[in-house]
């Protein structure tokens, strides 16, 4: 990891997340044409803790559910364009899924930061966003990216949004980390937006509904 960051030092800028309590740990490396987000592996007897925790936790504890999204910016004006997207957007997989509850707490610890991150460097130039991460950090790839993809193609878009809010898993009811500032329409993103997500050796991040 240590040679990752100086690479990406000396060719491009970069910004380094992590968390002490999970041990969990993301760099985003802004270059000119991609956004790269990686998430590291086990490496700590804290991680291994983090592997070991099978419990299991709601998706929507995790990752926001669509639902969730749009409510959160009807309140911010988008009322009408919100209501008539809930129905389609309640998805089976929010329903039944679980996550592994080690991969899901790692994960909402810096969830945050990393979208922060990632929004401000799109909305400053869009680009195609690479997503990736081994073992541990394969399972945290995962679930960024269904949170990224999620965010974009709910009711309105995170690239509408301002990230501002808390790094802790809620209780799947609102999501805290968006609020309205309308700064780059979600219909330009949706269609601007690239995204591969490509792991290694990742372990399998929830039940069988969300494998």
């Known amino acids: 990891l240590d040679n990752v960051k100086e690479s990406a ?29 990686s998430f590291r592996g086990t490496l700590s007897m804290v991680n291994v803790s983090t592997d070991a925790d099978v419990r299991k936790l709601p998706l929507g504890h995790v990752v926001p559910t669509p639902v969730d999204l749009a409510l959160r910016l009807s309140a911010a004006g988008r009322k009408s364009k919100a209501q008539s997207r809930l129905e389609s957007a309640k ?36 680009r195609p966003v690479l997503i990736t991460g081994h073992s541990l950090g394969g399972a945290l790839a995962t679930l960024f990216s269904l949170h990224l993809a999620t965010s974009l193609f709910s009711a309105g878009s995170i690239f509408d949004c301002a990230p501002n809010g808390s790094d802790n898993c809620d209780d799947g009811d609102s999501d805290d980390e968006f609020s309205s500032t309308g700064l780059i329409s979600s219909e330009r993103c949706r269609r601007a937006l690239s995204m591969v997500v490509c792991t290694f050796g990742s372990p399998r991040v929830g039940g069988s509904t969300f494998a």
């Open 91 to 126: 998805s089976e997989l929010w329903k039944n899924a679980d996550v592994h509850a080690g991969f899901g707490f790692a994960y909402c610890s810096v969830r945050a930061k990393v979208m922060q991150s990632v929004v401000k460097l799109y909305r400053e130039r869009p």
């Open 9 to 37: 030092v000396a060719h491009s800028t970069m910004e380094y997340i992590s968390d002490e309590t999970t041990d969990s740990h993301c760099i985003v490396i802004s270059e000119a044409h991609r956004i790269c987000v």
